[in-house]
């Protein structure tokens, strides 16, 4: 959420979140990096236009106008500068002057040597118990932030995986309205409106970042789980990668798997909602997850099939009012699964996405815990793969992303929370590989016929092939008239008559015989 170095009284109290580079002449000599040219503080732009009526709770959530509430200027980097102090790269460039152009590389963890997969999952391991090196996040609501003693300010240090939970869990969580008041739940910065995609393309790009660093290698690229298998099991749940299912209790994980030592934050759902705090980086239970055992839903028993991804892709209207999750015709709303494949919203239906989670059942299917499965990190990336796929059939069309109107957060020019320094959903809407400086390695299943286009071809087809018959019927009759003709007795009236006609003068009882 916040550098470490804004994390303090005076910080919070100027508004100002704008670390030094490289502070060669003491501290806030160089905001930014300003003198070097990176970049300069200045302060931060939020969208202003209304947002659709789902909240009607204005000026009661920290998250409202991000990140106003917390700070009101940022930095502004350069050229391919970036970050929180401009000390490092834009996605896609690298090198000392980030002048250096990358590609990362996206790719089906099945398709990984076991090799990989070994340095994947110790990756991933790494990430959950190292510190984040940059950020620290808050423990408290805004008007709770400097603690009891109002000079001790509420943040703590997070490792860089548990970081990427929070993240999701703060941008879901419900808008807390008092002691004794039911918190708002109809609030949701990253699912059910059009920054679905645009959100969780920033928070994986965000890990996959801090992942690079902390493995100090700029290729390191997240794999993808192509979950569009149409199975009823997991197929990367296997101890080698994301950890087979235990023995012993049929909704852990195997004890061959570092996954069954994971413990999960942000799991005192009832704690947070009640007394209005927030989620810290206390670990709680393990990970759960029992794949295709929802009896009680049968419909999330099974994976979305390949198909579902082909008629997906061909939804070409990125967004439809209300923008929301009973949109209808919409991309955005079938990718992330509230409508049908083909795009008909369908208050019944759970697909691609959705049906995913739905089906990891447990962990991974509830949205303020969901990250705390490492699957959810290859679930995403292959939602991700999807709208690039989209954005490159389509031109990256904008057009039907809506400017206002749409639920809170979710707007074209909104800042995503709780994301630092400020991002906008418009600046995720480009294709990956020219301008993110990452692509998939996926091939797309071909999309089957329609009923109505099976039916049309089998009309034409039929049409042709009685036009081929009656061809063939007149040619025969036409030969058979031929050969009739050639074995006819050469005295007939047509040849008489055209003997008669040849010379002109009538011979009736004329003989040639
Ligand atoms: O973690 C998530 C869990 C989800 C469950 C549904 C649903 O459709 O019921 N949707 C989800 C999104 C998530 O991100």
């Given amino acids: 959420q916040f550098p470490r170095q804004c994390a303090t009284v005076e910080a919070l109290r100027s508004g100002m979140c704008c670390p030094d580079y490289f502070p060669v002449f003491g501290p806030g000599t160089d905001r930014c990096g300003v003198s070097t040219g990176r970049g300069r503080c200045v302060q931060v732009t939020v969208d202003l236009r209304p947002h659709g009526p789902q909240y009607m709770h204005d000026g009661r959530d920290d998250r409202e106008q991000w990140p106003i509430r917390f700070f009101n200027q940022t930095c502004q980097c350069n050229g391919n500068f970036s970050g929180y102090n401009c000390g490092s790269c834009r996605p896609g460039w690298t090198g000392p002057t980030c002048s250096q152009q990358i590609n990362i590389v996206r790719r089906n963890l099945l398709d990984l040597s076991a090799e990989e997969r070994r340095r994947f999952v110790n990756a991933l391991q790494q990430a959950k118990v190292t510190i984040h090196p940059d950020i620290v996040i808050a423990t408290r609501r805004r008007e709770e932030i400097f603690g009891p003693d109002g000079n001790t300010p509420q943040f703590e240090n997070i490792s860089i995986y548990n970081y990427f939970v929070w993240s999701h869990y703060y ?35 965000q890990l996959e970042r801090d992942m690079q660093n902390m493995l100090q290698d700029p290729s390191f690229g997240l794999p993808y789980w192509n979950f569009a298998t149409g199975q009823n099991t997991c197929d990367i749940c296997t101890d080698d990668l994301m950890g087979a299912r235990s023995n012993f209790d049929v909704s852990l994980i195997s004890q061959n798997s570092i996954f069954s030592q994971w413990r ?30 929802n009896v009680a839903r049968p419909m999330v028993q099974r994976l979305p099939e390949p198909e579902d991804v082909a008629q997906c892709l061909e939804v070409g209207v990125f967004d439809t009012p209300p923008f929301y999750s009973n949109s209808t015709d919409s991309f955005r709303n079938t990718v992330e699964g509230y409508s049908d494949p083909s795009g008909k919203y369908d208050p019944a239906v759970r697909s691609l996405h959705n049906l995913a989670h739905l089906f990891l059942n447990g962990t991974g299917g509830q949205t303020h815990l969901s990250p705390n499965d490492p699957i959810f990190v290859l679930l995403h990336t292959f939602t991700d793969a999807v709208f690039d796929e989209w954005l490159r059939r389509y031109s990256a069309d904008i057009s039907t ?28 809407f480009v294709t990956a590989p020219e301008n993110l400086g990452y692509s998939y390695e996926v091939e797309w299943p071909a999309r089957a ?8 071809i089998a009309i034409v087809t039929a049409l042709v092939l009685v036009a081929i018959i ?20 050469l005295l007939t009236d047509q040849y008489q008559h055209y003997s008669d006609d040849y010379d002109g003068i009538p011979a009736p009882s004329q003989s040639v015989v």
């Fill in 171 to 205: 941008s879901v969580r419900k808008t807390f309205l008092g002691t004794g008041q039911q918190s708002f739940g109809g609030i949701d910065f990253s699912h059910e409106g059009p920054a679905f995609v645009t959100w969780h393309r920033y928070h994986l790009l």
């Fill in 449 to 456: 016929l329609r009923v109505t286009e099976m039916i049309t």
């Fill in 264 to 293: 999960v934050i942000c799991e005192n759902i009832e704690d947070y909602e009640t007394l209005g705090t927030i989620c810290n980086s206390t670990e709680g239970g393990p990970i759960r997850r029992n794949p295709a055992g």
């Fill in 401 to 428: 992303y809506p400017l206002e109107n749409a639920p809170i957060g979710h707007n074209r020019q909104y800042n995503m929370v709780p994301f630092w320094p400020p991002v906008t959903n418009n600046e995720m």
């Fill in 470 to 489: 009656f061809a063939a019927a007149a040619c025969i009759v036409r030969v058979k008239k031929n050969k009739d003709d050639l074995h006819q007795p």
